[in-house]
């Protein structure tokens, strides 16, 4: 009698705590499957952001190779011949097919790319800067594309989708032995087969979708920037090992176009003008410079605008080796700073390499095509939830899974929800509000009418 009272108290146990991973799982995905299919969807187009660029914008980025190519210094002035403004940024054709890129601000307000034929100085056209289709694609990804405020949104869904992958892995757990745990069990027509299509496209992503998560946290608005500044030990931006005692000015690299996540708040040195006035080095005579240093071909150069300004030489590959940003005094040419990725810190190598993963840059084609393939499983996922709950649920009603019998199962998972909210504060803010929707709503529509227990 006892032995068989025992078992049925850790039934009823094993059956409460189901019941209440199943609750949280099923809030996660409410909360999450939306993004996590537009992220995919996006993500999975900027994975081939450089290819898709060069085909759909082939007019202005792909030219014919001829013999030599003309200084840079000739390819700014036939860009604002075209656009009349102030040059900005000069970036360098990437191969012998690729064409030079200007950066203007125009006397008509517009910040414009333009793009020159690096052998012929002839003006192919004109977008706005970062007006690409495959930057749009990034903003619509990042949700920068909708302000800052939604971006936020990023930082939620990430934290959520971490909560839904371990929830997922504790629904799927083998009992009893039963099947559907590697396999698909049923027809498309039954709710089992959504139901294992969707546990087990879950079981074999589901690292990859917290390594997504986690990896796509440093751009988030809250959690991104507080750990960037964490990392770099204080505001100035540089690893300790290559500060210098030259003057800062209070310029970011990152105010100057895009840069790694690590140099985000690297502040920009300035150039000390000579006691006697004296000639700038010039274009040229900076990117002879740049490139006898080293800086592969696809680099960038901010020009100077100031008395005080530098010619910074940038480069982010796909190669995080080669990444590297070098300035240049504008009148003497010598190097104020010169930084790579192996001077970063620890946490931002790390970092910095999950990143371009998370891209699809670190290991090639490769890279592309699993992260592709990781990215179609995630959208077949989120549509199987959504056809396995449109199949469970009673009609007229949300079909939130079952309360457990003893609400103390709660806390346990409510402690760790907490700890989860401490590390990500958005994420902790939004189970507060999912904690209390449910206690002061949900809970009490249930009670009335008992959810359906299938």
């Known amino acids: 009698m006892t032995t068989m009272s025992s078992t049925q108290t ?18 996660a995905g409410l909360l999450v499957l939306p993004f996590l299919i537009a992220l995919s969807l996006t993500g999975a187009l900027y994975l ?3 290819e898709l660029d060069a085909l ?38 990437a191969t012998p097919e690729s064409s030079a890129e200007i950066t203007v601000n125009a006397l008509t307000g517009e910040r414009l790319a333009v793009y020159v034929n690096p052998y012929t100085a002839e003006v192919l056209g004109a977008l706005d800067d970062r007006g690409t289709v495959m930057w749009t694609v990034r903003y619509l990804h990042s949700f920068k594309f909708f302000g800052q405020t939604p971006r936020k949104l990023i930082e939620i869904a990430a934290g959520w989708s971490i909560l839904l992958v371990a929830t997922g892995i504790y629904l799927w757990w083998p009992r009893n032995g039963r099947g559907g745990v590697v396999s698909v069990r049923g027809k498309p027509k039954s709710r089992v087969f959504w139901r294992d299509l969707h546990a087990v496209l879950g079981i074999f992503i589901g690292g990859f979708i917290v390594f997504l998560a986690i990896t796509g946290m440093p ?31 209070n310029a970011y690299l990152s105010d100057q176009g895009s840069t790694s996540w690590s140099l985000e708040q690297a502040r920009v040195p300035e150039s000390t003008p000579p006691a006697v006035p004296a000639p700038r080095i010039g274009l040229n005579n900076a990117v002879a410079q740049l490139e006898a240093l080293g800086l592969q071909q696809g680099y960038s150069v901010n020009l100077p605008t100031t008395a005080a300004g530098v010619y910074t030489g940038s480069i982010y590959p796909d190669d995080l080796t080669q990444q590297r940003v070098i300035h240049l005094d504008q009148y003497s040419g010598e190097p104020l700073l010169d930084m790579s990725y192996a001077d970063y810190g620890a946490l931002g190598r790390w970092l910095e390499f999950g990143i371009n993963v ?15 393939a990781v990215c179609i499983a995630i959208i077949v996922m989120c549509v199987s939830a959504g056809v396995m709950w449109w199949k469970r649920r009673p009609s007229g009603a949300m079909g ?26 958005l994420v902790g803010a939004s189970l507060l509000v999912m904690l209390m929707i449910d206690w002061l709503i949900v809970r009490p529509l249930q009670e009335r009418r008992p959810a359906r227990q299938g």
């Open 10 to 27: 850790a039934r009823k146990a094993s059956l409460d705590l189901y019941r209440a991973v199943w609750r949280w799982h099923f809030y």
């Open 48 to 50: 081939f952001d450089d």
């Open 358 to 372: 998370h891209l699809g840059q670190e290991f090639g084609l490769i890279n592309q095509l699993f992260l592709l």
């Open 219 to 249: 751009w988030s608005g809250v959690w991104g920037g507080q750990v960037n500044q964490w990392a770099n030990g204080n505001n100035f931006g540089y690893p300790t090992g290559v500060r210098v005692e030259v003057p800062m000015s």
């Open 400 to 425: 939130v899974p079952p309360l457990p019998a003893d609400k103390r199962v709660f806390r346990g998972l409510i402690a760790l929800l907490v700890i989860g909210g401490v590390l990500f504060p």
């Open 56 to 93: 759909i914008h082939s007019d202005l980025k792909r030219v014919e190779v001829q013999q030599a190519t003309q200084p840079a210094a000739s390819l700014v002035s036939s860009a604002l011949r075209e656009h009349p403004g102030t040059a900005v940024k000069y970036t360098s054709p």
